[in-house]
C-alpha cells in the first residue's frame, strides 16, 4: 500500500509539472502610463510589488500590486536597464549617455544616492548575487564594468573593464563566476570568468544572428538567446557551448526571459513567443498577441505576470519612419489563462 501511494504521489507531481509547463498566456491588461519619452528596458523587483522601466531621461516605477505609477526617478541622459540590491537598499541605472554613468539610488524612497562615472553607452546591466556585483557592458567600447552594491556614491569607481569580441548588447550570469555576454557585431556568446576577468569561450549563435536579448535556465544549464537576423530564439547548453534549438520568433526582438519550464522573447512587431520542451526538445507552444513595439519585457515571478512597454506610433512629420505618439505610453500585461 505504502509503494502505491508514493507511485500515485510521483504522478501528481509529474502531472503538476506538465501541466505548468504547458501554461497559456493571454493579454489582460493595457496599463496607461502616458508621458512623451521612448523605453528600454524592465526589471521587476516581486517581493515589493514594484517594476522598473527606463524611460530614457528618467525611470519609472509602477507597484504592481496596483498597477499604478507610484514614483520617477530623473536625472539620465539615456537611461538603458536597472538592477535590483535589496540587501544593500540600493537601485543601479544604467546610463548610457554621455561619458556613460551608473546612477544610484534608494530602493524605498527612490532617492538619488550618488553616480558612478563609466563608460560611454553604458546599456545592458543585472545584478549577478553568485559573485554580489553589479555587471554593465558598453557597446561602444566593447567591454564588460563590474561594480561592488555596497559602493562609495561620492567617490566610488567600477572595476578595470573586461575587454569583450565586439560591440555588446545584453548579459546573463552564471552561479559559478561566468558572464554570457551577447556580441551582435561578431554573431557570438562571449563567456566572460570573471575571477581571472578574461573571456575563455566564444559560442555562436548560428542559425540565428545579431543577438541582443538573453535569459538564463540555471537548473537545466541553459541560455535563450533572442535574434534579430535571422530572427530566431536560440537555446544555448551552457556546459557545452553547443545550440540545442532554433525557434522562429518576430522581428527586432529586444528581450527575452526564463521561468517555470518557459521562455519567452518579446517583438516588436507585437508577437510574444512562448516555447517549452515537448518530447524532450523545445518548440514554440503559443504566439500571443501583444502590441505594437513591446519589445522589451519583465516577468513577476511570483504573481505568473509579464508586462511589456509599448506606444503608439504615427508617421514622422519628414515622412520617414515612425515616431511615438506623445502620451500613447502603456505596459501591457499578460498573464496566465
Known amino acids: 500500500?505504502?509503494?502505491?501511494?508514493?507511485?500515485?504521489?510521483?504522478?501528481?507531481?509529474?502531472g503538476s509539472l506538465s501541466a505548468?509547463?504547458?501554461?497559456?498566456?493571454?493579454?489582460?491588461?493595457?496599463?496607461?502610463?502616458?508621458?512623451?519619452?521612448?523605453?528600454?528596458?524592465?526589471?521587476?523587483y516581486a517581493p515589493a510589488n514594484r517594476l522598473f522601466v527606463t524611460r530614457v531621461t528618467h525611470t519609472d516605477v509602477v507597484n504592481t500590486a496596483t498597477d499604478k505609477l507610484v514614483a520617477d526617478i530623473p536625472?539620465?541622459?539615456?537611461?538603458?536597464?536597472?538592477?535590483?540590491?535589496?540587501?544593500?537598499?540600493?537601485?543601479?541605472?544604467?546610463?548610457?549617455?554621455g561619458a556613460g554613468a551608473?546612477?544610484?539610488?534608494?530602493?524605498?524612497?527612490?532617492?538619488v544616492l550618488g553616480t558612478i562615472h563609466?563608460?560611454?553607452?553604458?546599456?545592458g546591466m543585472i545584478y549577478d548575487p553568485s559573485m554580489n556585483l553589479i555587471l554593465a557592458v558598453s557597446g561602444v567600447?566593447?567591454?564588460?564594468?563590474?561594480?561592488?552594491?555596497?559602493?562609495?556614491?561620492?567617490?566610488?569607481?567600477?572595476?578595470?573593464?573586461?575587454?569583450?569580441?565586439?560591440?555588446p548588447e545584453f548579459l546573463a550570469a552564471g552561479r559559478d563566476g561566468r558572464v554570457y555576454v551577447n556580441i551582435p557585431d561578431k554573431n557570438l556568446v562571449d563567456v566572460v570568468d570573471l575571477k581571472t576577468r578574461k573571456v575563455i569561450a566564444k559560442w555562436p549563435v548560428a542559425?540565428?544572428?545579431?543577438?541582443?536579448?538573453?535569459?538564463i535556465d540555471h537548473k537545466d544549464h541553459l541560455i535563450f538567446v533572442g535574434c534579430r537576423g535571422p530572427q530566431k530564439l536560440v537555446v544555448i547548453s551552457t556546459l557545452t557551448g553547443k545550440v540545442v534549438a532554433a525557434l522562429p520568433i518576430g522581428m527586432r526582438v529586444d528581450a527575452t526571459r526564463y521561468a517555470d519550464g518557459q521562455a519567452f522573447a518579446s517583438c516588436w512587431n507585437g508577437v510574444l513567443v512562448v516555447a517549452g520542451k515537448k518530447g524532450g526538445k523545445w518548440v514554440v507552444e503559443q504566439d500571443v498577441k501583444t502590441h505594437y513595439g513591446a519589445r522589451t519585457m519583465g516577468i513577476d515571478r511570483l504573481t505568473h505576470t509579464i508586462f511589456l512597454p509599448a506606444a503608439t506610433f504615427e508617421p514622422a512629420p519628414n515622412g520617414k519612419g515612425q515616431?511615438?505618439?506623445?502620451?500613447?505610453?502603456?505596459?501591457?500585461?499578460?498573464?496566465q489563462e
Open 1 to 14: 500500500m505504502r509503494r502505491f501511494l508514493i507511485a500515485l504521489a510521483a504522478l501528481a507531481v509529474v
Open 20 to 44: 505548468h509547463a504547458q501554461a497559456k498566456w493571454k493579454v489582460t491588461k493595457f496599463l496607461h502610463i502616458g508621458e512623451p519619452t521612448g523605453w528600454d528596458y524592465v526589471t521587476i
Open 75 to 97: 536625472g539620465q541622459i539615456h537611461s538603458h536597464g536597472v538592477a535590483v540590491v535589496p540587501a544593500v537598499n540600493r537601485g543601479f541605472i544604467a546610463d548610457g549617455g
Open 102 to 111: 551608473i546612477h544610484i539610488f534608494n530602493l524605498k524612497t527612490y532617492a
Open 118 to 123: 563609466t563608460m560611454p553607452d553604458t546599456d
Open 141 to 167: 567600447e566593447g567591454k564588460l564594468m563590474t561594480l561592488n552594491p555596497d559602493v562609495n556614491v561620492k567617490n566610488g569607481k567600477i572595476g578595470p573593464p573586461i575587454d569583450l569580441e565586439g560591440h
Open 207 to 215: 542559425p540565428g544572428g545579431h543577438p541582443v536579448g538573453m535569459s
Open 323 to 335: 515616431q511615438m505618439k506623445p502620451g500613447s505610453f502603456i505596459l501591457v500585461k499578460v498573464s
